[in-house]
């Protein structure tokens, strides 16, 4: 009965499809991406302490003293324990009750405390003789650890730098106490990396973003999709209640309409045929061979 509806609805959905064809930029998603971090973290958890034990281990074969690895160890795990307490709690919080900056805040700040743990390792004095270059190795084992962060931590931009620019700073300083050609490269390649390696993460960030709004466009599609399939399925049920009820109707009304009509049709024959008599009037026989006719013809409709 409202054609129009199902015009509107298909231009809706032309519109729906335009916008998710078009190159779409990122629009505001703070607590899917907060969310994202948050599992983020919690799905890479187990690694970090993996790291820290293999490196004490590895420590204790070259020879490093026992007692300062071992403080090095738990401090490092120590500083982790408030970012999985705050990923853990806001991967259980549901997201109207996420505040967006105070959130981003925390976690900042529980970066920034995940990273002294490794300004720790970046002072950490080697013994002598024990490796040939050991700034060689911390570097090493930095610039991975700072590889493996900014893929988990792509989600939140700046985290990368909160957490490990004081560590990169600290190793340039102690670096710089004893320089020597390897060492001094080493500062510098990881001075250059920590940049490179959040550029990186951003552009990560950026991609999350947009797959966040290409997820939300298809949403949006589905859903004038499944209203122009609700509307279709109520126009075609209006459509059989109505052949239904036209059934129903002559069903009903064709006893009625043909009773009369054969009364109709036989009255109109005799008199078309002259059973009675002849009929001087013109008029009277051409109205009964139409009566006829007519009736004969809406009695085939009946039927």
Same mark, same amino acid.
């Given at each position: 009965?409202?054609?129009?509806?199902?015009?509107?609805?298909?231009?809706?959905?032309?519109?729906?499809?335009?916008?998710?064809?078009?190159?779409?930029?990122?629009?505001?998603?703070?607590?899917?991406?907060?969310?994202?971090?948050?599992?983020?973290?919690?799905?890479?958890?187990?690694?970090?302490?993996?790291?820290?034990?293999?490196?004490?281990?590895?420590?204790?074969?070259?020879?490093?003293?026992?007692?300062?690895?071992?403080?090095?160890?738990?401090?490092?795990?120590?500083?982790?324990?408030?970012?999985?307490?705050?990923?853990?709690?806001?991967?259980?919080?549901?997201?109207?009750?996420?505040?967006?900056?105070?959130?981003?805040?925390?976690?900042?700040?529980?970066?920034?405390?995940?990273?002294?743990?490794?300004?720790?390792?970046?002072?950490?004095?080697?013994?002598?003789?024990?490796?040939?270059?050991?700034?060689?190795?911390?570097?090493?084992?930095?610039?991975?650890?700072?590889?493996?962060?900014?893929?988990? =931590? !792509? $989600?939140?931009?700046? /985290? @990368? #730098?909160? *957490?490990?620019? &004081? +560590?990169?700073?600290?190793?340039?300083?102690?670096?710089?106490?004893?320089?020597? =050609? !390897? $060492?001094?490269?080493? /500062? @510098? #390649?990881? *001075?250059?990396? &920590? +940049?490179?390696?959040?550029?990186?993460?951003?552009?990560?960030?950026?991609?999350?973003?947009?797959?966040?709004?290409?997820?939300?466009?298809?949403?949006?599609?589905?859903?004038?999709?499944?209203?122009?399939?609700?509307?279709?399925?109520?126009?075609?049920?209006?459509?059989?209640?109505?052949?239904?009820?036209?059934?129903?109707?002559?069903?009903?009304?064709?006893?009625?309409?043909?009773?009369?009509?054969?009364?109709?049709?036989?009255?109109?024959?005799?008199?078309?045929?002259?059973?009675?008599?002849?009929?001087?009037?013109?008029?009277?026989?051409?109205?009964?061979?139409?009566?006829?006719?007519?009736?004969?013809?809406?009695?085939?409709?009946?039927?």
């Amino acid at each position: 009965t409202k054609p129009h509806r199902n015009s509107n609805v298909g231009l809706a959905v032309r519109r729906t499809r335009d916008r998710l064809s078009q190159n779409l930029g990122p629009p505001d998603f703070n607590r899917d991406m907060l969310k994202l971090h948050a599992r983020a973290i919690l799905s890479n958890a187990i690694k970090p302490p993996l790291l820290i034990v293999s490196i004490c281990v590895g420590g204790l074969y070259a020879g490093f003293d026992a007692q300062r690895i071992f403080t090095w160890a738990f401090a490092c795990l120590a500083c982790y324990l408030p970012l999985f307490a705050l990923a853990h709690r806001l991967n259980r919080l549901p997201e109207n009750e996420i505040e967006v900056t105070r959130t981003r805040y925390r976690l900042y700040a529980a970066h920034f405390a995940s990273g002294l743990g490794w300004a720790y390792f970046a002072i950490l004095p080697a013994p002598a003789g024990a490796l040939t270059d050991p700034a060689v190795i911390q570097g090493a084992v930095l610039l991975f650890v700072i590889a493996g962060t900014a893929i988990v =931590t !792509a $989600s939140l931009g700046g /985290a @990368l #730098v909160a *957490a490990f620019a &004081l +560590p990169v700073c600290l190793f340039a300083f102690t670096v710089s106490a004893e320089p020597d =050609t !390897a $060492s001094m490269v080493t /500062a @510098l #390649v990881l *001075a250059a990396s &920590l +940049p490179f390696l959040a550029y990186v993460a951003h552009h990560r960030n950026r991609a999350a973003l947009r797959l966040l709004a290409f997820e939300s466009e298809k949403n949006a599609l589905i859903g004038e999709l499944e209203t122009a399939k609700s509307m279709s399925d109520e126009a075609r049920r209006r459509a059989e209640e109505a052949n239904l009820a036209k059934s129903r109707f002559l069903a009903s009304m064709s006893h009625e309409l043909r009773t009369p009509l054969n009364a109709i049709l036989g009255f109109s024959e005799v008199m078309a045929n002259q059973v009675l008599g002849p009929l001087d009037n013109p008029t009277y026989r051409d109205y009964a061979n139409d009566i006829h006719t007519s009736g004969k013809h809406l009695l085939s409709l009946i039927n």
